[in-house]
């Protein structure tokens, strides 16, 4: 039996932000704009009504073009990634930390260009500007720690939830592995049984359920790493088991197939409909002297895909039980569609049917 293994239940580390070109330029422009009315605040507040305009520029420029080197190398560091956003408030006073460094560097550089550009302060206005430039920069700081912890735990929250869907995709996948191979012993112990039993009264025969059971096997082989595969193929392996019962039952039964052609382009779980028609097959005519019939109809229909499977010489005891063949079954069919699919068995016509439905898919 396939061992199903289980995913690791926490996401691995954050890396890395991908940061949308439209939000960069946003905060960008966002940023310059606050820092260019706090900084024209401060010139019509530290000087005279009669400051002139090329005075503003030489005060603003240097205050901009740092805010602009700033954030681009911001934006493209990976240090709010730690420590973990899960707890906010650690988060926040480790890179508040950073602050004071910050302030220096930047009324370092701003006061600088300033210098360069030929601003010249005496010793109060630079104080009260430094004052004012450190403020700025604090609220600044506050400001685009906020946008990051939103940032950075959007990211998470989206890597834990694609993390999540992945693995919810691992076990539903294991699983189906789990249920599919459960099949194949099954089936292979019971057709083997058959070319044993075969072999003691019509060698010829068994020998040519010996070479059905290869060409079914080859095709299952096929079709093994996939769990859906196209209706029509799903049928070609269902006519080659009946094949090899027909050749085990001979003249006992008789297989009729109705069979929409629009349905099969229809995507179906593989291996589905062989429990289905072994079943027919052993309560229908293994358990009868008779002769039997079995009718496999697949019909579709506003976008639903119905299967059904019957068989004469058996019905329904009021005290019937699903065997493990049903409910694999089912269960693989809760995996892959959820609510959307459903099979059911009831007596019918002198016998039982076996009906299944499947919402319409298509094999990409």
């Given at each position: 039996?396939?061992?199903?293994?289980?995913?690791?239940?926490?996401?691995?580390?954050?890396?890395?932000?991908?940061?949308?070109?439209?939000?960069?330029v946003g905060v960008?422009?966002?940023?310059?704009?606050?820092?260019?009315l706090m900084t024209?605040?401060?010139?019509?507040?530290?000087?005279?009504?009669?400051?002139?305009?090329?005075?503003?520029?030489?005060?603003?420029?240097?205050?901009?073009?740092?805010?602009?080197?700033?954030?681009?190398?911001?934006?493209?560091?990976?240090?709010?990634?730690?420590?973990?956003?899960?707890?906010?408030?650690?988060?926040?006073?480790?890179?508040?930390r950073r602050l004071?460094?910050?302030?220096?560097?930047?009324?370092?550089?701003?006061?600088?260009?300033?210098?360069?550009?030929?601003?010249?302060?005496?010793?109060?206005?630079?104080?009260?500007?430094?004052?004012?430039?450190?403020?700025?920069?604090?609220?600044?700081?506050?400001?685009?720690?906020?946008?990051?912890?939103?940032?950075?735990?959007?990211?998470?929250?989206?890597?834990?939830?694609?993390?999540?869907?992945?693995?919810?995709?691992?076990?539903?996948?294991?699983?189906?592995?789990?249920?599919?191979?459960?099949?194949?012993?099954?089936?292979?112990?019971?057709?083997?049984?058959?070319?044993?039993?075969?072999?003691?009264?019509?060698?010829?025969?068994?020998?040519?359920?010996?070479?059905?059971?290869?060409?079914?096997?080859?095709?299952?082989?096929?079709?093994?790493?996939?769990?859906?595969?196209?209706?029509?193929?799903?049928?070609?392996?269902?006519?080659?088991?009946?094949?090899?019962?027909?050749?085990?039952?001979?003249?006992?039964?008789?297989?009729?197939?109705?069979?929409?052609?629009?349905?099969?382009?229809?995507?179906?779980?593989?291996?589905?409909?062989?429990?289905?028609?072994?079943?027919?097959?052993?309560?229908?005519?293994?358990?009868?002297?008779?002769?039997?019939?079995?009718?496999?109809?697949?019909?579709?229909?506003?976008?639903?895909?119905?299967?059904?499977?019957?068989?004469?010489?058996?019905?329904?005891?009021?005290?019937?039980?699903?065997?493990?063949?049903?409910?694999?079954?089912?269960?693989?069919?809760?995996?892959?569609?959820?609510?959307?699919?459903?099979?059911?068995?009831?007596?019918?016509?002198?016998?039982?049917?076996?009906?299944?439905?499947?919402?319409?898919?298509?094999?990409?």
């Amino acid at each position: 039996m396939a061992e199903v293994i289980a995913p690791s239940p926490n996401p691995p580390p954050l890396t890395r932000v991908v940061w949308p070109t439209a939000l960069v330029v946003g905060v960008i422009v966002l940023m310059i704009l606050l820092n260019l009315l706090m900084t024209v605040e401060m010139t019509m507040f530290a000087h005279s009504p009669n400051f002139r305009l090329p005075q503003l520029t030489i005060v603003i420029w240097p205050s901009i073009v740092t805010m602009i080197m700033w954030l681009l190398v911001e934006v493209r560091s990976t240090r709010y990634l730690e420590p973990s956003s899960e707890r906010p408030v650690r988060w926040v006073f480790h890179h508040m930390r950073r602050l004071p460094l910050l302030i220096i560097a930047f009324i370092a550089i701003t006061y600088g260009l300033r210098y360069l550009s030929g601003y010249r302060l005496n010793f109060v206005i630079w104080l009260v500007g430094a004052m004012y430039e450190s403020l700025k920069v604090t609220l600044l700081y506050c400001c685009w720690l906020a946008l990051m912890f939103g940032v950075v735990s959007f990211a998470r929250m989206r890597q834990q939830t694609e993390h999540l869907l992945n693995a919810q995709k691992t076990l539903v996948e294991a699983k189906l592995t789990q249920l599919k191979a459960q099949l194949r012993p099954h089936f292979l112990f019971n057709t083997l049984n058959t070319i044993s039993a075969l072999m003691q009264v019509d060698v010829a025969r068994a020998d040519r359920l010996v070479t059905l059971l290869g060409d079914l096997l080859r095709a299952n082989l096929n079709a093994s790493e996939r769990n859906v595969v196209p209706l029509e193929e799903e049928l070609q392996l269902l006519r080659q088991y009946a094949e090899i019962m027909q050749e085990r039952f001979v003249g006992r039964v008789t297989v009729e197939w109705e069979v929409d052609s629009n349905a099969l382009r229809a995507s179906v779980p593989t291996m589905v409909l062989q429990p289905l028609l072994e079943n027919a097959f052993k309560h229908g005519v293994e358990r009868n002297a008779g002769s039997e019939h079995i009718r496999v109809v697949v019909h579709y229909s506003a976008d639903v895909l119905q299967i059904a499977i019957h068989n004469t010489g058996s019905t329904l005891s009021q005290t019937y039980q699903d065997g493990w063949g049903l409910r694999n079954c089912r269960e693989r069919l809760r995996l892959l569609y959820g609510a959307a699919a459903s099979l059911t068995l009831n007596n019918a016509d002198s016998g039982v049917v076996a009906s299944m439905t499947l919402p319409w898919t298509e094999i990409a």
